[in-house]
């Protein structure tokens, strides 16, 4: 059996075998490999394991189980609720893991919206020296009253200021461990935006190419059986590699840095030392060159930094200056792409010196409530609270977008999401619970080590699953009732293409005309009469608003979607002077 050595390539061969095969799942062997160059193939062709991970199995099966028996049963009595109570068809959905991720959202997404500003004062100021304008910090970052800010503002504004002392700092940076799935995904979605989901599609095809070792591991260490010398000389063939490739082949040993986390089944993710034979396309190369980088990088020398705090005393009151500078690169030098440079050089100074304060002021300023989750975020939220797997938590995310309950590079929860929750919280708790879903994911662990059977962690399972159900189906009036408003909210606010810029009231709306069926935009008030504007649309492709307005005239823009033809983002005015001499 030569699937993916990891719980879903053993079930999914396991399967294979059983029920294609003729139950020739016992009679099987096992190749064992992480990554898909030629050479590891043939090794773990020629080192058999005597026989697949039958633990391993019953776990795989198991979560399928779980996910088909929560997933099926929740999301059909959701669907089916809405549509008795609404006559209309719409797919809700939740699961063991699907609905604590969206609990993460709406709890955030509600202390954000019942989040109060609080108004606080700072003072922000700089200093010449040498004829260079620098920033620094007051001694408190939060001044009580606007009365008090400006007391110091006044007393320091004009005057010269003295350096009292001077701290320098040197410090080691090591470099950082190599990446596993989740690691590689935050940082593809910090340096490139890329969503977890397409980070880990392109790795999957990167992998495919026997470029880079198996990508969904959850290990940050890099045995030494991988051949660390061999992979640096075979990527110093590619140019823009030889320098440092070299470098590190120079050193008597190499050792890398390896993070704590680890994975019985693969190493860390890094470059196999193939290059590729055919052109990568955009995506592609930015993923691998991360890698390679990456890799490099663990190889490195720790980098030598210094870091300088200079206290000014203007009037009696404090004032810091800092800065940041790099000595020695180290490891950076290899991973110099994707590190945001922080340096801020001073000049020589001398305890004693004076400055000259050349601008000082109150900054007023407000709290803020805590950020959205974004998907990288998220993803890490996940990970920490034991939900989900490497392989599943990025398709679990892309779900919460793809039902609507979600929104936005910021996590926006939508209506339909914070209904949906809602009605989970009244009449099945459970079912959102972090615990009740990590205690799942620690049953399944058990079965995987062959300290549980399958069939206990099931019956558990359903027994749990039992009073949920026949609760929701108690109360299926008023579930279907709650939700098909939820819908009907959700559908009216994805129509919704701005404010309607003649009545200031109403908004104006994708619309479908009763006598004709033709749609068009008009103010939500047209049908009660309390205002007329209208506006024509085209009949034929998918029109959805854009989400801006016209630079030009200020009205609010859709998006036309043809077969065949690429979007076409316009004004909604039909005399607006933006399409002047496309009449």
Same mark, same amino acid.
């Given at each position: 059996?030569?699937?993916?050595?990891?719980?879903?390539?053993?079930?999914?061969?396991?399967?294979?075998?059983?029920?294609?095969?003729?139950?020739?799942?016992?009679?099987?062997?096992?190749?064992?490999?992480?990554?898909?160059?030629?050479?590891?193939?043939?090794?773990?062709?020629?080192?058999?394991?005597?026989?697949?991970?039958?633990?391993?199995?019953?776990?795989?099966?198991?979560?399928?189980?779980?996910?088909?028996?929560?997933?099926?049963?929740?999301?059909?009595?959701?669907?089916?609720?809405?549509?008795?109570?609404?006559?209309?068809?719409?797919?809700?959905?939740?699961?063991?893991?699907?609905?604590?991720?969206?609990?993460?959202?709406?709890?955030?997404?509600?202390?954000?919206? %019942?989040?109060?500003?609080?108004?606080?004062?700072?003072?922000?100021?700089?200093? +010449?020296?040498?004829?260079?304008?620098?920033?620094?910090?007051?001694?408190?970052?939060?001044?009580?009253?606007?009365?008090?800010?400006?007391?110091?503002?006044?007393?320091?504004?004009?005057?010269?200021?003295?350096?009292?002392?001077?701290?320098?700092? @040197?410090?080691?940076?090591?470099?950082?461990? /190599?990446?596993?799935?989740?690691?590689?995904?935050? +940082?593809?979605?910090?340096?490139?935006?890329?969503?977890?989901?397409?980070?880990?599609?392109?790795?999957?095809?990167?992998?495919?190419?026997?470029?880079?070792?198996?990508?969904?591991?959850?290990?940050?260490?890099?045995?030494?059986?991988?051949?660390?010398?061999?992979?640096?000389?075979?990527?110093?063939?590619?140019?823009?590699?030889?320098?440092?490739?070299?470098?590190?082949?120079?050193?008597?040993?190499?050792?890398?840095?390896?993070?704590?986390?680890?994975?019985?089944?693969?190493?860390?993710?890094?470059?196999?030392?193939?290059?590729?034979?055919?052109?990568?396309?955009?995506?592609?190369?930015?993923?691998?060159?991360?890698?390679?980088?990456?890799?490099?990088? =663990?190889?490195?020398?720790?980098?030598?930094?210094?870091?300088?705090?200079?206290?000014?005393?203007?009037?009696?009151?404090?004032?810091?200056? @800092?800065?940041?500078?790099?000595?020695?690169?180290?490891?950076?030098?290899?991973?110099? /792409?994707?590190?945001? %440079?922080?340096?801020?050089?001073?000049?020589?100074?001398?305890?004693?010196?004076?400055?000259?304060?050349?601008?000082?002021?109150?900054?007023?300023?407000?709290?803020?409530?805590?950020?959205?989750?974004?998907?990288?975020?998220?993803? @890490?939220?996940?990970?920490?609270?034991?939900?989900?797997?490497?392989?599943?938590?990025?398709?679990?995310?892309?779900?919460?977008?793809?039902?609507?309950?979600?929104?936005?590079?910021?996590?926006?929860?939508?209506?339909?999401?914070?209904?949906?929750?809602?009605?989970?919280?009244?009449?099945?708790?459970?079912?959102?619970?972090?615990?009740?879903?990590?205690?799942?994911? +620690?049953?399944?662990?058990?079965?995987?080590?062959?300290?549980?059977?399958?069939?206990?962690?099931?019956?558990?399972?359903?027994?749990?699953?039992?009073?949920?159900?026949?609760?929701?189906?108690?109360?299926?009036?008023?579930?279907?009732?709650?939700?098909?408003?939820?819908?009907?909210?959700?559908?009216?606010?994805?129509?919704? =293409?701005?404010?309607?810029?003649?009545?200031?009231?109403?908004?104006?709306?994708?619309?479908? %005309?009763?006598?004709?069926?033709?749609?068009?935009?008009?103010?939500?008030?047209?049908?009660?009469?309390?205002?007329?504007?209208?506006?024509?649309?085209?009949?034929?492709?998918?029109?959805?608003?854009?989400?801006?307005?016209?630079?030009?005239?200020?009205? /609010?823009?859709?998006?036309?979607?043809?077969?065949?033809? @690429?979007?076409?983002?316009?004004?909604?005015?039909?005399?607006?002077?933006?399409? +002047?001499?496309?009449?």
């Amino acid at each position: 059996m030569a699937t993916d050595y990891d719980v879903e390539g053993a079930t999914l061969g396991y399967t294979i075998l059983k029920y294609a095969c003729g139950d020739k799942e016992k009679q099987a062997k096992r190749m064992k490999f992480s990554t898909l160059t030629a050479k590891e193939l043939r090794e773990s062709y020629n080192n058999l394991l005597e026989h697949i991970e039958f633990p391993i199995v019953e776990a795989g099966e198991c979560r399928h189980f779980l996910d088909a028996i929560y997933g099926i049963n929740l999301s059909r009595a959701m669907t089916v609720a809405a549509k008795r109570w609404s006559g209309k068809y719409a797919t809700l959905s939740t699961g063991r893991v699907q609905g604590p991720t969206l609990k993460f959202l709406v709890e955030r997404e509600k202390i954000i919206n %019942s989040f109060v500003p609080t108004p606080f004062w700072s003072i922000k100021a700089t200093v +010449e020296i040498n004829g260079s304008v620098f920033d620094v910090e007051y001694e408190q970052d939060v001044i009580g009253t606007r009365d008090e800010a400006q007391k110091i503002v006044d007393e320091c504004r004009g005057k010269k200021g003295k350096i009292t002392k001077i701290e320098i700092r @040197r410090f080691r940076q090591n470099p950082p461990p /190599p990446f596993d799935l989740g690691t590689l995904q935050s +940082e593809a979605y910090n340096l490139f935006r890329y969503t977890p989901r397409r980070t880990a599609d392109i790795a999957e095809r990167l992998y495919l190419a026997a470029l880079i070792s198996y990508p969904r591991t959850s290990s940050q260490k890099l045995p030494a059986t991988i051949g660390y010398r061999a992979i640096l000389e075979s990527l110093s063939k590619k140019s823009e590699y030889r320098d440092m490739a070299r470098e590190l082949l120079d050193k008597k040993e190499l050792v890398p840095t390896e993070g704590k986390k680890k994975d019985p089944a693969h190493p860390a993710i890094y470059p196999t030392g193939n290059l590729p034979e055919k052109a990568l396309s955009g995506p592609e190369k930015k993923l691998w060159n991360l890698i390679v980088r990456r890799f490099m990088a =663990v190889f490195g020398d720790p980098a030598l930094k210094q870091s300088m705090k200079v206290s000014i005393d203007i009037e009696g009151h404090r004032f810091y200056l @800092r800065g940041r500078q790099v000595l020695k690169e180290g490891w950076m030098k290899f991973y110099k /792409p994707f590190i945001r %440079s922080e340096e801020i050089l001073l000049p020589h100074l001398e305890e004693g010196q004076t400055v000259l304060l050349k601008m000082i002021a109150v900054e007023d300023k407000f709290t803020k409530p805590p950020a959205r989750y974004n998907p990288s975020s998220l993803l @890490r939220k996940m990970e920490n609270e034991g939900l989900g797997t490497k392989a599943t938590r990025a398709r679990i995310i892309d779900m919460l977008y793809s039902r609507g309950y979600v929104s936005g590079e910021r996590a926006v929860v939508s209506e339909l999401g914070l209904d949906v929750i809602d009605v989970l919280e009244r009449y099945c708790p459970e079912v959102i619970s972090v615990s009740f879903t990590r205690e799942l994911e +620690e049953s399944m662990e058990l079965i995987q080590n062959g300290k549980e059977k399958m069939e206990n962690v099931l019956e558990k399972a359903v027994n749990r699953l039992k009073p949920v159900l026949e609760n929701l189906k108690k109360h299926e009036e008023s579930v279907g009732q709650e939700l098909s408003e939820a819908i009907r909210k959700a559908r009216m606010q994805q129509r919704i =293409v701005g404010e309607c810029p003649e009545c200031g009231t109403g908004k104006l709306t994708i619309l479908y %005309s009763r006598r004709t069926g033709k749609r068009f935009i008009g103010c939500t008030g047209f049908f009660k009469g309390l205002c007329k504007v209208s506006f024509p649309l085209p009949q034929k492709g998918t029109v959805k608003p854009a989400g801006k307005r016209c630079p030009v005239c200020g009205y /609010p823009m859709v998006q036309l979607r043809v077969k065949g033809k @690429r979007p076409w983002t316009f004004c909604i005015r039909p005399d607006c002077p933006s399409k +002047e001499g496309k009449r």
